[in-house]
């Protein structure tokens, strides 16, 4: 079996994942993988027949996921104003912006499979001009004019710009509306139910700062349903 939380993993976030990890292993009544995987693709992963627990975005879930894998649950991220089991993006500038389209504006995309750094600007009039790998290579686009805004995970820009004091020079002109945060998964359906019990006491268990350092505070139970009705946007196409 394997097991990896590689969502929000950032290099501040680790030490807080691996502990996080070892709460969830005491909550199981079986034997697991003593350590997080971190050297794997992502998609390799999720795919895995050996996969036991990991954490997944909402598109990739829907687009290609949701048939080889079960969803167990979703974190509780304290958004304010937002439901626990769900999230928004916050559209970053280095001005301020008054068109909510953003019309003409070149977007910095983290990743065409992304929900919540691609599908929830897909359908405005921004123009993807550079596709970065993650939201603080996108962050980091907009900061050096490379790209006019990005769309950042709202639980994600609140860790990036805590940690990096550089971010201070980007605004956030948007926040977008809810939706449904990105759900931890298992190739093991049977295991669902004592993985969410797991999870939920691993929260329960970590400690204030930690919770704080990942952005999660416990897991809020979660249905295919919330995620398959939401569209699948195409592709960007890169000018």
Known sequence: MIAALQMYDAPGQRAANDRLWELIREALPFETP????????????????ELLLSQT?????????????????????????????????VIVARDAIRDMTFDGLRLAVNDSLSQSGWAVVAE???????????HAASAQAVLQGDADIAAIDASTWRHMSQAD?????????????PGPTLPFITARP????????????????????????LGMYGVT?????????????????FS
């Open 34 to 49: 003593p350590a997080l995987t971190r050297d794997r693709d992502m998609w390799d992963v999720w795919r895995d027949p």
């Open 57 to 89: 975005c909402g598109l990739p879930y829907r687009a290609r996921l949701q048939d080889q894998v079960t969803l167990i649950g979703a974190p509780d991220h304290r958004i304010e104003g937002v439901a626990p089991g769900h999230y928004q993006s």
């Open 124 to 134: 405005t009039k921004a123009v993807p001009a550079i596709l970065t790998g993650s």
């Open 165 to 177: 004091p550089t971010l201070d020079a980007l605004t956030v002109v948007h926040t977008t509306p």
């Open 190 to 213: 049977e295991l669902r139910e004592p993985l969410f019990d797991a999870l939920s006491a691993a929260f329960e268990a970590l400690h204030p700062e930690d919770a704080e350092a």
């Open 221 to 237: 139970a979660m249905q295919p349903q919330d995620y398959l009705h939401l569209p699948i946007p195409a592709p960007p196409a």
